[in-house]
């Protein structure tokens, strides 16, 4: 999630919105693109013209319509006409198989046959199933590994076969990490049932919220909704405050004008959210579930929340509060003496085994490989700087000569590039950290750390943390405990 010094709200900061950004630029420059996996739908949609320069497959989606009838005579079966995965039946591999040979079998020849250049993006199902089904590690995650992995050599030796391989660079990444919420099962492809605790680290902060009495000048925290949904009513009413979006390793929160709003604030709603949000923040704060804590700045920041401008640019879909859940560098399930940390764990807000949107530094930190005629290679040569996926689409437009809006966020990947004369590795990037601390409402010390890594004017989330203390606690020791919680992992 990077943030630049001077953000631009006009540009893409999200996974889907880089790869919509790229293909519109790829269009608009007259090459051609290819997009297979979730999202294609939506993709295409925001396409202007795609006419004969585009293929996009995905459950719902097969453009051009003609795509279907070439998929059939190889004897692929288009992804939407397979079976989802559940619980029983997971890894995905159907979809990932289906994905691949659509794509170097019927795909991949007409996009060579144009002559021009073009951009293809497969967006893979797994592991991301498999890890939310049966937990990182378990026998259908490994074996959803394994599925990506033929996958992309598949994928290699068919651009080879093609006469493409010195011609076509390679981008591998996700978009997030993840870890584990309960014991991920160790002896079959998923699990349904849980040893105790049955529900491990699983958290529902909306009905945690619900029964909380707070001592503060409101009596008790307002009535809770989750996902839009109140207690028997819908979000709108006068009857609901605060409404929690869950996501999984974070959750949203949003206040709503209600009757107790508009009391706290003696009729003025704005006043009013500011009330009651330094009121929630503080009943926040001594959950044990809840990790760093952002408020919108527009609500005054309580004592120990930091602004969530930290985060990136605020835009029409900013929550008023965003809780990022407690995560731990261990893992929740015993895998045995000795054995490698996967994953780590975390509290999460989801049905799933495994979740992501904390702040820990695994679901922040991601993989990025780059390879290709135009990214420097060779055993000695390691790119330790930060990037983010903002960063792809500076990158890519650079090495495609697309055309790049004024104010672009991400900045363009230049030390990775042939095109640098720098034969050394670039200097490792500064950290710095912001700190904030409060005393929660159970009494104990707050504080909640926020690292950064600074690289070419640009700045890095690196990870978040919170800790607490019983009592009155120095700031500048339990800063120095977060940062090295935060290096330590």
Not at 57 to 85: C, H, K, M, N, V
Not at 92 to 121: C, E, G, N
Not at 212 to 218: R, T, V, Y
Request: aromatic fraction near 6%.
């Amino acid at each position: 999630v990077p943030a630049s010094p001077t953000p631009q709200t006009n540009a893409p900061t999200t996974a889907a919105g880089t790869l919509a950004y790229l293909a519109q630029a790829a269009l608009a420059k007259g090459s051609s693109i290819s997009y297979e996996g979730i999202g294609g739908g939506t993709l295409l949609s925001a396409l202007p013209n795609p006419a004969d320069h585009a293929f996009i497959l995905d459950d719902q989606t097969t453009f051009p319509t003609s795509l279907a009838a070439q998929l059939g005579a190889q004897g692929i079966t288009p992804p939407g006409e397979l079976a989802a995965p559940d619980a029983a039946h997971a890894p995905d591999v159907a979809r990932i198989s289906a994905f691949t040979q659509a794509y170097l079998r019927v795909i991949l020849p007409q996009l060579k046959a144009t002559s021009t250049p073009f951009l293809s993006i497969i967006r893979e199902p797994e592991p991301v199933t498999s890890a939310t089904l049966g937990g990182i590690g378990s026998v259908s995650f490994t074996a959803a590994l394994r599925a990506n992995d033929d996958a992309l050599g598949q994928l290699i030796s068919g651009l080879s076969d093609a006469g493409l391989a010195d011609k076509v660079n390679l981008v591998v990444t996700s978009d997030h990490g993840i870890a584990d919420v309960v014991p991920p099962d160790q002896t079959s492809a998923s699990q349904v049932t849980y040893p105790a605790p049955n529900n491990a680290l699983r958290t529902d902060l909306g009905n945690i919220l619900a029964g909380l009495a707070q001592a503060g000048p409101l009596g008790a925290l307002p009535d809770v909704g989750k996902s839009g949904v109140a207690r028997g009513a819908s979000a709108s009413t006068k009857q609901t405050t605060v409404v929690v979006t869950p996501q999984g390793g974070n959750d949203a929160l949003t206040l709503a004008p209600s009757d107790l709003v508009l009391k706290a604030g003696q009729g003025d709603a704005t006043r009013g959210k500011k009330v009651v949000t330094q009121e929630l923040v503080r009943a926040l704060q001594g959950l044990p579930q809840v990790g760093p804590i952002f408020v919108n700045d527009a609500l005054d920041v309580p004592e120990g929340a930091l602004p969530l401008t930290q985060l990136g640019p605020l835009g029409p879909q900013s929550p008023d509060v965003l809780v990022g859940f407690v995560t731990f560098a261990h893992d929740i399930g015993q895998r045995g003496v000795n054995t490698v940390q996967l994953a780590g764990s975390e509290y999460a807000d989801t049905a799933g085994i495994a979740a992501w949107g904390a702040f820990g530094r695994r679901d922040i930190h991601c993989i990025l490989y780059l390879s290709g005629p135009n990214f420097k290679g060779g055993d000695n040569y390691s790119d330790l700087a930060p990037t983010g996926f903002t960063d792809l689409a500076p990158t890519i437009e650079t090495i495609m000569n697309f055309d790049a809006p004024a104010g672009q966020s991400g900045r363009v990947i230049a030390e990775a590039l042939t095109t640098d004369a720098t034969t050394t590795a670039p200097a490792a990037p500064t950290l710095t950290s912001l700190a904030a601390k409060a005393t929660a409402s159970s009494g104990a010390s707050y504080i909640q750390v926020v690292t950064f890594e600074h690289f070419a004017g640009y700045s890095y989330l690196h990870g978040a943390y919170a800790l607490r203390a019983q009592g009155a606690q120095n700031l500048d020791d339990l800063v120095t405990q977060a940062t090295a919680l935060a290096n330590g992992e």
